[in-house]
């Protein structure tokens, strides 16, 4: 679809985002008391009283995942948050103010799925830090844990298109590993790009480093690979869809077509066969590491969670 023709659309319903969490209610437009709000202007009306109201936006999803050639069922928590980033050391800020021009406000994503394998389990954890400007992801770390061992994995932004990759795992055939690979895009980055604005994605055929889960999981070679990159809206609806030329794996992404377009389901398929589905189940804006006391564990019953 044009991306014109998308971009006009979204500005014509920019005042329905503020329904995006309607399960929790309206979201208010309170500044944020620990990210530097208004340092960038957003693309699309308003946006930023959404991503700097001081709270996170947490989605839990029920997913099926595929492991060990059977589906499991699992579930996956999506934590967006705005925070101040350093430039340079590509570390969360302690003091954002002391920072000066180094201080860069991104859009965090922490992405926590876990799921049973028979007797033991597995917790995956990607994280992602991408800048509000829509710029390229400044860093993605990814950890991957079971019973039998713990992989690591991590990119940071060396220049534009070009990141330093690292892998650490204890797989001998794996091992200790840096990389410096050139791509468009980290595919990890994708799903905080689409949250600041998906039309600046870019579109039509591109180079791209796949999921660090993908990479793990499946013990493929980190490298960047060709794909093809589509903006489909229906209905109410948009999908990304990354369709790989080089590889056998597809990702569709689905979420609302207004800000702050909230992801409501994905699907990804490795070679045709179903690799994990994910499909949103609740919702809620919250300051959540305000609430860490045993009084708040209620709530994780309004968020749907099992694990």
């Given at each position: 679809m044009n991306k014109k023709l998308i971009y006009s659309l979204l500005l014509a319903t920019t005042a329905i985002f503020l329904d995006a969490?309607?399960?929790?209610?309206?979201?208010t437009s309170k500044t944020s008391t620990h990210t530097t709000a208004g340092a960038f202007l957003f693309p699309i009306a308003n946006v930023a009283n959404y991503w700097?109201?001081?709270?996170?936006?947490?989605?839990?999803?029920?997913?099926?995942?595929e492991r060990y050639g059977e589906i499991r069922k699992a579930e996956q928590v999506n934590i967006f948050v705005t925070e101040d980033f350093s430039k340079s050391k590509q570390v969360k800020l302690d003091d954002a103010a002391a920072a000066g021009a180094d201080a860069c406000p991104v859009l965090k994503l922490n992405a926590v799925r876990k799921f049973k394998t028979g007797i033991y389990d597995y917790s995956l954890m990607s994280s992602v830090f991408s800048p509000m400007d829509g710029s390229a992801a400044l860093k993605t770390t990814t950890t991957v844990q079971d019973w039998c061992g713990h992989v690591f994995a991590q990119n940071?932004?060396?220049?534009?298109?070009?990141?330093?990759s690292y892998l650490y795992s204890y797989f001998e055939s794996e091992g200790d590993q840096k990389k410096v690979l050139s791509a468009d895009y980290l595919e990890?980055?994708?799903?905080?790009?689409?949250?600041?604005?998906?039309?600046?994605i870019k579109t039509g055929k591109v180079r791209i480093i796949p999921s660090s889960v993908y990479l793990r999981l499946k013990h493929k070679p980190l490298?960047?690979?060709?794909?093809?990159?589509?903006?489909?809206?229906?209905?109410?609806?948009m999908s990304?869809?990354?369709?790989?030329?080089?590889?056998?794996?597809?990702?569709?992404i689905t979420f609302e077509n207004t800000a702050p377009w909230r992801i409501k389901n994905w699907e990804e398929t490795?070679?045709?066969?179903?690799?994990?589905?994910?499909t949103i189940k609740a919702c809620r804006i919250e300051p959540y590491w305000e609430q860490n006391s045993n009084r708040y564990a209620s709530m994780r019953d309004s968020l749907k969670l099992e694990y």
């Open positions: 969490c309607s399960e929790t209610g309206a979201v700097y109201q001081g709270k996170a936006e947490l989605s839990t999803y029920d997913v099926e995942q940071n932004l060396k220049s534009k298109g070009v990141w330093d990890d980055e994708i799903w905080t790009q689409l949250r600041i604005n998906p039309t600046n490298q960047p690979e060709d794909a093809v990159i589509e903006l489909q809206k229906k209905d109410n609806m990304l869809v990354l369709n790989y030329t080089s590889i056998e794996r597809n990702l569709t490795t070679a045709g066969k179903l690799t994990s589905k994910g």
